[in-house]
């Protein structure tokens, strides 16, 4: 009975993961950029929309995942030019740019279908994917059986390393992010560079978003929608990481581990469901008043 | 000229007037709805018994309003159409309105108040004058189901396993739910088998999907081949994850067998749109006794099971169908207690 569980956990910690790591991923680049972009939340819910809005015309995943990624970089895009050229404050635009994306949605889905919440009978789902041996191996079981997104986002987290600390667009984007006048000085383009991050956070948002509403051919929206609140978390996933993508991907799978947990208390203890529900989110707020602490110690001089 | 003008005011001022009388004669009633009518089959019969019963007496259709997801605007919409003293009947649902339905009804004593499937004991003891509150008895629910998930989890179904373990899972924690349905359900399970376990999960969202697909997960784990899902949205996740693990689920209020026939066995029942209606129809002719409370359940034929769902007559073993009308009839005749003794 143990060992069916730790496979549980760790299969729900990985899940749990996978929105969240991308989303971090997303808002990392536009933080580097100068350009720190909060609207993380309706990104993921556009694209989540629009993923399976598009599969239920077309039946087919793939264009659905690019609809999803295209209209998060689409919102994505109209936030970077909205605060470029008309020089808006970049956090009010976000904060609009969360409500238009939970209003459209709602406005969409019931328009198209008479409802905000959309069931979608009979369109084609993501498949898991069973990895051969380890799904056999037991507690290394709770590694196979994912959806190609959940893997692709491990992947793409060390890329995303692999890109920041290791290329001559990674330098010139950290640059940016230290200080602006010496990327000028340098010859470094940061209007192309805060265009390149968007498109980069549009991507990102737009497949977390997928892998939220395309597994199960479901849409939810209204003013939580089934982003729920993953976007926000997504922003302390980054403190927490402290900019570097393969601490981003610890931190989320942290908060995946959080969230596992609680699931496990609840079927396993007599503890109480809302305390529990909390922990994921309370684990967070520890982890980052824990790190902020030890920032403010060590520039004070404190050696910890 | 002077005199033409007058008199065509006062033709299309009569003539607004006598419509307005012979249009709007009898009754007209406003209908609440705190949540969202699109993804809610409960609220869309509601509303299709609502208009049932206008339709039978003759009357303008109801209006509807929509409260949404703000559901702190919940009470201020119904205050706002008390406000407009155009509707005689004000309807509105759920636990959730007992409170504002109580107030509201309080503020305006002249205009008339239902509510339907919500217990108004929750919020008040002395049931104002001009408010009607009907009840469903939660407890047949829970314990129809129970006894199914029960029967189920003991049958020789090819995803049965042996673990006595039967599952709930709800989007949020609500004191009905908790105090009645869970106990009932729990009852119901153990009336089959005294060594049933219910092992329950609260998801904390009515929308996020994924989230109901994991803790799915983690019941199928610990043994759990059978879960009841309590509305929200969110619980479809875990139909996908019952699908995957190859598991079984129990419907609530609506039927949803259609959605995975071969995952979703069965699903207790609400006639919640007959309900309505007769509500309607009694209060539409003075018969509807304002200011108190009545109670139904499986006695009435307001809750029932999925008996006659195609899918579920193929796929349920015979002997667990009999089984079910078998509880149900006995539940009927008041021979169960649900919640036991």
Known sequence: ????????????????????????????????????????????????????????????????????????????????????YFHAEIFIVGMG??????????????????????????????????????????????????????????????????????????????????????????????????????????FLCGLGGAVLSLPVGVFLGGPVGMANGRGWLAIAVLCLGQENPLNILAAALFIGATSALSDLLQVTTSLSPRLLMALPFAAALIAIVFYMAKEHKTSLGIKI | ?????????IGVFLGVTIFTLVGFAGPSTAILIPGTIGDNPLFQEDIKGAKEAAEIAGLKEPKVVEGGDDYASYEKKLISLAATNQYDILVTFTDSMADSIVKVANMFPEQKFILVYGDIHLATEEIPPNLFSSKFRSEDQGYLAGYFAGLVTKSNLPNANEELKIGIMMPDIYPAWNDILIPAYEHGAKAVDPNIEVIQSVLGSWVDVSKGAQAAKMQFAQGVDIILLLTGSACMGAVDEAKVEGKYIIGFNTNIIHLEPDVILGCVLI???????????????????????????????????????????????????????????????????????
């Open chain 1, 1 to 84: 009975m143990i060992i069916p569980l730790i496979d549980s956990v760790i299969y729900t910690m990985l899940a749990a993961t996978t929105p969240v790591v991308l989303a971090a991923l997303g808002v990392m680049f536009t933080n580097f950029s100068g350009m720190f972009n909060i609207a993380l939340e309706g990104m993921m819910l556009v694209s989540a929309f629009f993923s399976v809005f598009v599969v239920d015309i077309t039946s087919n995943l793939w264009l659905g995942m690019i609809a999803g990624i295209g209209a998060a970089t689409i919102l994505g895009l109209s936030i970077f030019f909205i605060c470029h």
């Open chain 2, 271 to 341: 006639n919640n749109r007959e309900e309505v209606k007769n509500i309607l129809l009694r209060a539409y002719k003075n018969t509807l006794p304002f200011g108190t409370e009545e109670v139904v359940g499986a006695k009435e034929g307001v809750v029932s099971f999925t008996f006659d769902d195609p899918n579920y007559k193929q796929r349920v073993p015979e002997e667990i169908q009999i089984a079910m009308l078998e509880c149900y009839k006995r539940l009927q005749n008041g021979e169960i207690n649900p919640l036991g003794d």
């Open chain 1, 97 to 202: 740019a969360n409500l238009i994306a939970t209003g459209l949605t709602t406005f969409m889905a019931v328009q198209l279908k008479g409802s905000s919440s959309l069931i979608f009978e009979n369109v084609p789902k993501l498949r898991r994917i069973a990895i051969p041996i380890i799904e056999n191996i037991p507690i290394l079981r709770g590694l196979s059986g994912h959806y190609v997104i959940d893997y692709l986002a491990i992947a793409i987290s060390v890329i995303c390393y692999i890109l920041v600390f290791y290329t001559p667009y990674g330098y010139h984007l950290r640059t940016i992010g230290k200080d602006e006048w010496v990327a000028k000085t340098l010859g470094i383009s940061i209007t192309k560079h805060q265009f390149i991050s968007y498109l980069w956070c549009g």
């Open chain 2, 1 to 9: 000229m002077k005199s033409k003008i007058i008199i065509t005011f």
